[in-house]
Nanobody
Framework: QVQLVESGGGLVQAGGSLRLSCAAS????????MGWFRQAPGKEREFVAV????????GYADSVKGRFTISRDNAKNTVYLQMNSLKPEDTAVYYC?????????????????WGQGTQVTVSS
């Protein structure tokens, strides 16, 4: 059982930055692939970024590539999402997700454990 708690959301102006954190419980954090998803009002939840257990392999949605960076600190059981050059269209609730074995990294059904989400609002 893994519990995930996101933090770091807030209100920021376009062009600004935020860093989201996701703290995980459990002693096997390093064994989990960790993902970030987001859901804007009236839209489906979508994939944002993923980092594999190895921490070497990462992946991003085209819409955030070059602006967002995912990283993890296995000693702190935490995964981060550094978000730069934020745009109003990045406004959403951001969710952290985890699973042992993720084959299709962009698919929500691949992830068993989810956090409660943190709101990010980007004003124009």
């Amino acid at each position: 059982q893994v519990q995930l708690v996101e933090s770091g959301g807030g209100l920021v102006q376009a062009g600004g930055s935020l860093r989201l954190s996701c703290a995980a419980s459990g002693r096997t954090f390093s064994s989990y692939t960790m993902g970030w998803f987001r859901q804007a009002p009236g839209k489906e939840r979508e994939f944002v970024a993923v980092i594999r257990r190895s921490t070497v392999s990462t992946g991003y949605a085209d819409s955030v590539k070059g602006r967002f960076t995912i990283s993890r600190d296995n000693a702190k059981n935490t995964v981060y999402l550094q978000m730069n050059s934020l745009k109003p269209e990045d406004t959403a609730v951001y969710y952290c997700a985890a699973d042992w074995n993720v084959n299709h990294i962009t698919q929500q059904y691949e992830y068993t454990y989810w956090g409660q989400g943190t709101q990010v609002t980007v004003s124009s």
